[in-house]
């Protein structure tokens, strides 16, 4: 549904989005994951038309967005960083007027904005002002503006930012029960949204993809290196001690006593090693009361930090 | 010429729903209601006085008054709204940058072309609501006279008003489709039309080919002969390409937001 190859744009010296290639299949949901100013906003920018790129290709829908300008515009709908509202407007008309410049007909617009507006979950609020509603619910309408001339290709910048709790699950669960019908492209810099929602992430740091994975790829690849936590009720050197010895512990951190004798540790094991059961023989060998013992596996947050850490004073295109 | 209507209809949304078109409606209508009032007192006085020569010297040329109120009030109304008229585009554009509902505009299947005229048809439309009421003054004019001063007049110079505020218009949006700043919009469009207005001042009668040049480019040069009841092809041309110039300008200026860094 969605090809991009090659893709860059740089804004005179600066290269916001540099070589960036994945696709989308049909129905996907992708994230778009990363650091503010990392360039998920240009490439969004970019696939909706809005921008053009400085080299590189991108399709949706067959249709490639520079040439067939117009026909990929007819496919999409786009929610940008800040919601494109009017304030003077009443929810009903604004969304009238969206389907009007996307060319629906007359006789679709009502059932259009009766559905878009019960997705949102925003039926009650439909002859109120804009402007008089609270930020979370004009979040709501960019996104009823995004899904109403019902397109194949939904693209979302952050459509969470800004909402309450409750209100991110809501749209996180819209965001899933859209996919299917819909192909989705949705950028975050918020981790649990992507391992929550998409399929698919990408991973895109200062212009460049850093990985393409499905979230639990991505967790999978780093648990050879499994971090264990320990609480033990030991003296703190011979613990110590103790762990040093056991084949495949790179390394091991050990906490400092507790008053009630409770130790914590965090033993970090060579890749590709599961060395829990010989920590929990050897703790028992020596008699210490053992009150826990597991597995830390890498979050998708590790992950995410290991590939873009060293970030710079350097700046970065604003997105 | 669907998504044309989609975005006149916005526009026009948007000043009616908005307190935009009352105000500049009705502080338009007073200030001119004003002027003519003023126009009036200086009528009657000047046809006393034209009398009073009259009888000291023998036969003058007598005084046109209702031509003359006329006349004055039509070239008071493009006075006017110099002042009124940056009040009305200073939004068109640089709103919707500030507001980034150009990026919705701007990814929906739609032409900047059908964008710009929409904007501008909405604008000339208020514009024409705004004149309108002054229609009254006019037929004032016409009740009291004896007898009528030419029709021709009226319909020259409001057609000439509409042509001299369209242009207002065209230049206006323009100049707001540069900056995301209402202020600098609306300080630029005054700034330029005020110069427009008096670019010719330095250079009448000096008769040299740059001060005809100059000459032909002053917005209210063109507009006299329609107050004179004249329709001509000069002036209209002139209105008409300047027009033309500035939504040409107006569409490129909104295309080239998509390569400028936002």
Request: aromatic residues 10%; proline residues 5%.
């Amino acid at each position: 549904m969605i090809e991009v190859q090659n893709l860059t744009k740089a804004y005179g010296p600066v290269t916001a989005v540099d070589h960036v290639s994945f696709t989308v299949n049909k129905g996907e949901i992708l994230g778009f994951l990363g650091p503010n100013g990392a360039g998920k906003t240009t490439t969004m920018r970019i696939l909706t038309g809005f921008m053009p790129a400085t080299s590189g290709t991108a399709r949706i829908a067959g249709f490639d967005v520079f040439q067939d300008s117009m026909e990929v515009r007819r496919h999409i709908g786009y929610l940008p960083e800040t919601p494109p509202l009017y304030p003077d407007m009443t929810v009903e008309a604004y969304l009238d007027f969206v389907l009007r410049i996307k060319n629906v007909p007359a006789e679709k617009r009502r059932d259009r904005i009766t559905d878009a507006l019960e997705k949102t979950n925003l039926t009650d609020k439909r002859t109120q002002l804009i402007k008089r509603l609270s930020r979370g619910y004009k979040q709501r309408v960019g996104l009823a503006q995004a899904l109403v001339h019902d397109p194949g290709v939904i693209i979302l910048d952050e459509p969470t930012v800004g909402l309450d709790p409750k209100q991110i699950i809501e749209v996180r669960h819209l965001i899933k029960n859209l996919a299917g019908n819909h192909t989705i492209i949705l950028s975050t810099h918020i981790l649990p949204e992507v391992s929550m929602t998409c399929d698919r992430v990408v991973i895109i740091n200062k212009g460049k993809i850093a990985a393409v994975d499905t979230p639990q790829n991505l967790t999978a690849q780093l648990k050879g290196g499994q971090k264990i936590h320990i609480d033990v009720q030991a003296p703190e050197k011979p613990l110590r001690e103790l762990l040093a010895q056991i084949p495949g512990a790179s390394r091991a951190e050990v906490s400092t006593a507790r008053a009630d004798g409770h130790v914590t540790a965090t033993v970090e094991a060579s890749p590709g090693k599961d060395i829990r059961s010989q920590i929990a023989a050897k703790i028992v060998e020596r008699g210490w009361p053992l009150y826990e013992l597991h597995g830390i596996s890498l979050s998708l947050e590790d992950i995410f930090l290991e590939l873009t850490t060293d970030e710079e004073a350097h700046a970065q295109p604003a997105n | 010429m669907r998504s044309l209507y989609a975005i006149y209809r916005k526009e026009m949304g948007h000043y009616f729903v908005s307190p935009i078109a009352y105000v500049v409606v009705s502080l338009f209508l007073l200030l001119s209601g004003f002027f003519f009032r003023l126009h009036l007192n200086d009528a009657i006085e000047q046809s006393l006085q034209a009398e009073m020569q009259g009888m000291r010297f023998g036969m003058q040329q007598p005084f046109d008054a209702p031509t003359w109120i006329l006349r004055a009030f039509l070239g008071l109304l493009a006075l006017v709204i110099l002042f009124f008229l940056p009040m009305l585009t200073m939004g068109v554009y640089a709103e919707e940058r500030k507001r980034g509902t150009i990026e919705l505009l701007m990814t929906s299947p739609i032409r900047e072309i059908h964008i710009v005229l929409g904007k501008f048809f909405a604008s000339l439309t208020l514009f024409g609501a705004m004149l309108l009421p002054t229609a009254g003054y006019v037929f004032y004019v016409f009740l009291h006279s004896d007898p009528a001063p030419p029709l021709r007049i009226v319909f020259a110079g409001y057609l000439g008003v509409l042509l001299f505020g369209g242009s207002l218009l065209a230049l206006g949006s323009f100049l707001s489709s540069l900056t995301e700043n209402q202020i600098i919009a609306a300080a630029l469009t005054f700034g330029a039309f005020l110069l427009l207005w008096a670019i010719d001042f330095g250079s009448r009668g000096t008769g040299s080919i740059t001060g005809q040049v100059v000459q032909y480019l002053s917005v209210i040069n063109h507009f006299d002969d329609f107050t004179r009841g004249i329709i001509d092809t000069s002036g209209v041309v002139y209105y008409v390409s300047f027009i033309v110039l500035f939504i040409f300008l107006t569409v490129r200026s909104v295309d080239s937001m998509r390569w400028r860094r936002a």
